[in-house]
């Protein structure tokens, strides 16, 4: 005996609204192109992949000629034809560096060890240009000893500041 399967709920709470609303259908239907068109429709997606762009899973009920989806600026497209225009998108194109800067930096591989030795040597040199020496110490703390000396005299109280 088959059983029965509920009736689905009108409306399925789900955060992305492309996906609660879909028909069983595939997008495209690969069984009508050539061996020739084929291959080049998966080129061009393998292209269009560069730029977070896949093939919809499933054709969404509200928009049924659409195709593909642009995961970056969350958008459908119907064709291959409108993803390359949308690829030459200015705002695409800025949300597809920024990406593409992030996976740079999480990626980054960790420093050999001549660079954490050019570091180290860049360091060395800021501290020998900038830093104190044992002269400029000694004159500071003379300074404050000196300053430290005039406030208690100016302001008897203010010595369990110091
Ligand atoms: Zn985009």
Do not use: F, G, H, M
């Given at each position: 005996i088959k059983k029965l399967r509920k009736?689905?709920?009108?409306r399925r709470t789900r955060k992305d609204e492309y996906d609660h609303d879909e028909v069983d259908?595939?997008?495209?239907?690969?069984?009508?192109?050539s061996a020739k068109e084929l291959l080049g429709l998966q080129q061009a997606e393998e292209r269009l992949k560069r730029d977070y762009i896949y093939r919809l899973k499933k054709q969404p009920r509200s928009y049924p000629?659409?195709?593909?989806?642009?995961k970056l600026c969350d958008v459908l497209i119907e064709s291959v034809a409108f993803a390359h225009k949308h690829i030459k998108d200015k705002r695409h194109k800025k949300i597809l560096k920024e990406k593409q800067e992030e996976q740079l930096l999480t990626a980054l591989p960790p420093p050999t060890p001549s660079q954490i030795q050019a570091i180290c040597v860049a360091i060395e040199n800021v501290v020998q240009e900038f830093g104190l020496n044992n002269e400029d110490l000694e004159e500071r703390l003379n300074i404050k000893t000196v300053m430290e000396n005039l406030l208690r005299q100016k302001l008897p109280g203010i010595c369990n500041l110091f």
């Open positions: 009736p689905r709920q009108s259908n595939p997008v495209i239907d690969e069984s009508v192109l000629s659409a195709k593909y989806t642009c």
